[in-house]
């Protein structure tokens, strides 16, 4: 994994030494400051962001090339999407032919996250349902006690949408669907199995203090995640989002 | 920018700005009138008639105190002449701001009120966002939720105590038995419910007395589930560390019954009162031996002498 990261430390490299001499052009957030994103790394994911132009796509062509030769890594170009922008269908599919991948559209996904979608539409959370769905196959319902259920629904339920609730504040109808997906599995139901749920839902999220099971609550737990970006915007000023967003809002002072 | 500053979009209304505060050290960086670092809200709500006469509404703490804010400072210079109220007003904010000293090598800092030493934190704001009043008598919670027992039995505790178990009562309610099958599976005729097999049925009832006479103290049961379980688990006559073995106790017997009125109404298998209690004393055993590894009784002595096993010396 570290030997990994030393190859991926590389790649930044190159990628810098190529804005430098303006072989390479990143995306500019906002006319009129120097603010300037060129590629994002995590682990083996990355993302390399610039303006319309052949000679971009050139010079990622041979970036990519260079960096297989240096680290004998194979760059997966089938797996590599080449998504456009404001940017025509002819253009992106000759450009697709030299660098020997695929054309992506919005959304993608990186890192687990769907890129340019809307999460005020139902089809953005439809990955995060299906999930959830395909950790509730039936035998578990059958075999597991009570105590079992509770802790699937505590440990391994609730965990789930916690990656998407940081990012996006999910819709009201996403978030009562999800937990009456918790509420009937608790109680031992299905999808067409009904089942007496004995205790209310509201009951079940007090905590235990309280008299309840101490089950989370989607709705405040997506703010609480959400506001924690709020409170980042106003104590972390060095991060790359906040950078970024100064560059293409503006900061009003004070901060 | 500075919409998310007041935290607006997110969630319920107003939450978020209410509870961050400005700690101001230099001022230069804190908004006179926006900011919310004085008084516990910001000088605009406070006092909104000043701040619809002020020349500069974007001005800075600093900027207004170098221009002076106490009373007849430069900081008040309106326009037109002030009104009898609005100089009052001038000197109630004057006053607010008379204690304030600004120190310029300190940085103007935010802070979070409801957590003033770590900051924001999720699960802080989570508690802060469901926080209610509510709350569970006499810590019972910690008697239902003990690490000594199954977290099984624990849900079935917590169920029992709220009275959502499906007991034949509970069924006839929600219409899924019918009137004439009420009756108790211990033999008698009486409606059945969930305190009445556990605690006052003949037959099982009587299970206690044989639990009181193994433990060997006497203890009159009272009406509710929950004071049953509260006075057993806390028992008054005996020390404040044998609670806990008798809450597990309390667990066992309970689940043990539940178990045999289930095996009675569905398997038709019967098991005497001598066997139930044999049930419970290995439950309880088993339950204690698995979490208390220092401790060093066997079974038989705690077959015989629970209350010795539990560091009793009569």
New interface residues.
Partial sequence: MYLFLLAAEGFNVLMSSLLEDGLFHGYQVWRGNDMCLSHLQFADDTLIIGDKSWSNVLSMRVVLMIFEQLSSLKVNFHKSLLTGVNVSESWLSESVLVLNCRVGAFPFVCLGLPIGGDPRKLDFWKPLLNSIHSRLSNWKRKLL????R??LLKSVLSSLPVYFLSFF?APTGIISSIESIFFKKYWGGGEDIRK?A??DWN?V???????G?GV??L??????????W??R???DKEGLWYRV??AR??????? | MSGIRCGVGVGVEGWFEDNVRRRVGGGSGTYFWSDNWVGGAPLRVQFPRLFDLALDKGATAREMEEIGWGVGGGAWVRRRLLLAWEEENVTDCATLLSDIVLQENILDRWRWVPDLINGYTVQGTYQYLTSSNSSMERGLSDMIWMKQVLLKVSVFVWRLLRNRLPTKDNLIRRRVLHLDDSACVGGCSCPKSADHFIFRCNIFGSLWHLIYQWVGISFISPELVADHLYHFGNFVGLPRFTHSYLTVIWHATVWVLWKERNNRIINKIAHDLVNLLEFVKFMSFLWLKARLLTSAFSYNDWWRHPLLCMGVRE
Avoid at chain 1, 221 to 227: E, H, K, Q, R
Avoid at chain 1, 249 to 255: A, H, L, T
Wanted: glycine share 18%; aromatic share 12%; hydrophobic share 40%.
């Fill in positions: 006690s009570f105590g079992g509770l802790i504040k007496i004995w205790v009951s999220c007090l905590p235990k203090e309280e008299g099971l989370r609550r709705r405040e737990f997506n703010v609480a995640l959400l506001g924690k709020c409170w915007m106003l104590v967003l100064k809002y503006g900061e009003v002072g004070g901060g």
